[in-house]
């Protein structure tokens, strides 16, 4: 009683195919992928972008300053 057989995993298919239609699930499947696609890019973008320390690095000290006070 726990899983399905393969039966009732393709009559479940042809209800969503008769529900939705070949070419929304196509649609979807396709808007699916290209944001999977996109998310790894983002990823892998981002990842190259880090700032990495090399060998030797420098520190850069510096004041911070606030832009919204009002200093006179």
């Known amino acids: 009683m726990g ?3 393969i039966w009732h995993w393709l009559i479940v298919l042809l209800v969503v195919v008769m529900i939705f239609g070949t070419k929304k ?3 979807l499947g396709s808007d699916l992928g290209g944001a999977v ?3 790894k ?3 892998k973008s ?3 972008s880090t ?3 090399k060998e030797g ?3 850069i000290e510096g ?3 606030d832009k919204n006070s009002n200093h006179s």
Do not use: W
Request: no cysteine; charged share 35%; aromatic share 8%.
């Open 3 to 5: 899983s399905f057989s």
């Open 37 to 39: 696609k996109g998310f």
């Open 46 to 48: 981002e990842s190259d």
């Open 57 to 59: 690095g420098e520190t």
């Open 63 to 65: 004041e911070v300053k």
């Open 41 to 43: 890019e983002g990823m």
């Open 25 to 27: 699930l196509r649609n």
């Open 51 to 53: 700032p990495q320390l």
